[in-house]
């Protein structure tokens, strides 16, 4: 047997456990973290998501998730009750098992891939749970930004995100799986994940470069001001990049936000490091981060409190936050959900890890769907901010 054919069974056997959870209504979440090649899959015994209340450092190990607008709402949250590590999603080297799986809970992968012609295609139920408008056209798009450069010059909003997105059919061929490798191959630096809904018939995948929040194992918490985008020049060195005044103002105002967030609960002692260039996939950003070592400033609730008051983030809603958020509601044709929410792992690997849920799609039914958005200020050219949420949705499209 040569190494080409192990490889490919191996891929097959886990595309087939996906297939399988998804098929058995199971939630579930899996995920690579920024420049990791190891994979963690959870799985949740439970068959709907668990609703949880804001404490984040007396979870359980899993994967917690909100979306855009909480409004008060208890946290989302999947147990992992098992807990499956792949050492490399370029090699698979190796598989491990937590040692507290029951028996009941290892028949979820006491698979028959020979049942399925196709064990990497992936189906959900042919329900579909999207909105009635599946899409807002460049033309609309521009009119909103316009009417929000109005309002930016005359009212007390000071930046505004404004979001669209596209739905298109999947392929007849399409694979999860494929498509979660893809997406690693292409971000190293992100967040890259799929995470199963049951209940609302949903998959969601995506590649976040964007930390909301993190808690090491040393203590030390950390948060990152990320904005201002543009494409990646393959052959243009990252110290060479130029960025224009709008995303240097737009980069600054995150910044502030975070420092008026310390501020709020009378913390002062801590680090700023940046602004500095970073890549994501095709895209490049400037980047702030944050730390704090808690046991120092003797705060250990400090995720739990700084994630009520980041989320959600200057980044993804705006300055003022309640203008911000306003505007969104009266402006957007649609619904987020999970779409510039936050998601992340507690007590695998950190403490507590979130992430803002940027590059994303939602898979229901046979279709999918591509979300994006671009921070709007006073200098913001309309034709460039649609280019720039077509330019984001091409990290998720393209590895299809």
Known sequence: MTGEETQIQKEARQAEIIKTLIKNQQPFALWKKPESDRLHLIVDTEKEIRQIEENLEKLPKGFVFAPFLTNGEKLNFIKADTHIIWESYLDDKETRITKNIHNSHLRLFDLHPEEEKDPHKTTLDKKNNTSTREILSEE?????????????????????????????????????????????????????????????????????????????????????????????????????????????????????????????????????????????????????????????????????????????????????????????????????????????????????ELFVNLRCAKLSGNKITYFAGAGITALSNPKKEYLETQMKMNTIKRAL
């Not at 007390?156 to 298109?168: D, G």
């Not at 090491?216 to 990252?238: C, K, M, V, W, Y």
Request: glycine letters at 4%.
């Open 140 to 352: 609309e798009y521009i009119t909103i930004v316009k009417k929000a450069i109005q309002e930016l010059e005359i009212g007390e909003l000071k930046k505004v995100v404004l979001s669209r997105k596209e739905s298109a059919s999947l392929p007849n061929n399409y694979s999860i799986w494929s498509h979660f490798r893809n997406l690693c191959r292409h971000n190293e630096n992100a967040f890259v994940y799929i995470l199963y809904i049951p209940q609302k018939e949903q998959l969601w995948i995506g590649a976040t470069p964007e930390h909301l929040l993190k808690l090491d194992e040393n203590d030390i918490f950390t948060t990152t001001a990320l904005a201002g985008s543009q494409a990646h020049e393959e052959h243009r060195p990252l110290r060479e990049t130029l960025w224009a005044q709008k995303e240097i103002e737009e980069q600054a105002m995150v910044s502030r936000y975070i420092i008026n967030c310390f501020k709020k609960i009378r913390l002062r002692e801590f680090e700023e490091i940046g602004p500095r260039t970073i890549r994501a996939g095709n895209i490049l950003h400037l980047k702030t981060d944050f730390r704090v070592n808690t046991k120092e400033v003797n705060y250990p609730t400090l995720a739990t409190e700084m994630m009520k008051l980041l989320h959600p983030t200057s980044a993804v809603c705006g300055m003022p936050k309640k203008e911000a958020e306003e505007f969104i509601l009266s402006s957007e044709s649609y619904n987020r959900e999970l779409y510039s929410g936050f998601l992340g792992v507690i007590g695998i690997e950190n403490p507590i």
